[in-house]
């Protein structure tokens, strides 16, 4: 069965310094993966795709298929950073999404 | 405006009886999810349907029940045999045909306290 694991529940970090934020999966076939992110009262909202390779707000994440990880990194975190992320996994002969734990991020100043 | 709603924002249940959550959808989009979001366990999926008067239980849908009659609603009862129903509930939608690397577009939610 797939898998997401997010090791931290909780980041803190100060505004300009690196993040990353981990994400391990287990799947046996080839997995499509996300970040979600979800800001304070607001909706969980799609940060990025790793099959897009884009940079969403500074955000970069790489597939490691090897590590079976896809960390979320940014160069120099800021305050309005700060949300709960979710890494996510959907198989690809199918649509339903498998979330990991989530992970805290708070940026202070 | 394309989006989806789910209401009430905030529901009370007593113990014993049977509530339903709505969600509606105006995206036109074939698939809807159900989540339970619960503070250090992410979010987990209760039930899903990925076309009209079809759904598959996900990994937690003891004490839950759906329906998909149409297209747009996706409609979720608590009932009473839910044993742990405080939580909050998350609707989602996606069209798989257009490739699901396009992700989930989430509700707002409902947050359901059993009093």
């Known amino acids: 069965a797939q898998r997401v694991t997010q090791p931290e529940k909780l980041l803190s970090v100060f505004k300009g310094a690196p993040v990353e934020l981990k994400c391990n999966y287990s799947y046996s076939g080839s997995p499509e993966l996300f970040w979600y992110v979800q800001y304070s009262r607001q909706r969980l909202q799609l940060l990025l795709r790793h099959i897009s390779r884009e940079s969403i707000k500074g955000f970069t994440a790489d597939l490691n298929k090897g590590e079976t990880s896809f960390h979320l990194k940014k160069p120099f975190a800021q305050e309005e950073d700060s949300a709960m992320y979710y890494c996510?996994?959907?198989?690809?002969?199918?649509?339903?999404?498998?979330f990991g734990e989530g992970t805290q991020l708070t940026v202070n100043p | 405006d394309g989006g989806i709603t789910q209401s009430p924002k905030y529901l009370f249940r007593k113990e014993g009886q049977n509530v339903t959550l709505s969600c509606e959808q105006n995206?036109?989009?074939?698939?809807m999810y159900w989540y339970r979001q619960d503070p250090g366990q992410g979010l987990r999926l209760i039930y899903y349907?990925?076309?009209?008067?079809?759904?598959q239980k996900g990994d937690i849908a003891e004490g839950y029940s759906v329906s998909r009659e149409k297209k747009e609603s996706f409609p979720l009862t608590v009932t009473s045999a839910q044993k742990n129903p405080t939580a909050f509930y998350l609707c989602a939608s996606t069209n798989p045909g257009t490739g699901s690397g396009y992700g989930y577009t989430f509700g707002s939610g409902t947050r359901l306290t059993v009093v």
């Open positions: 996510a996994l959907v198989e690809t002969s199918g649509s339903r999404l498998t």
């Open positions: 995206l036109n989009h074939d698939a």
């Open positions: 349907s990925q076309i009209v008067n079809d759904f």
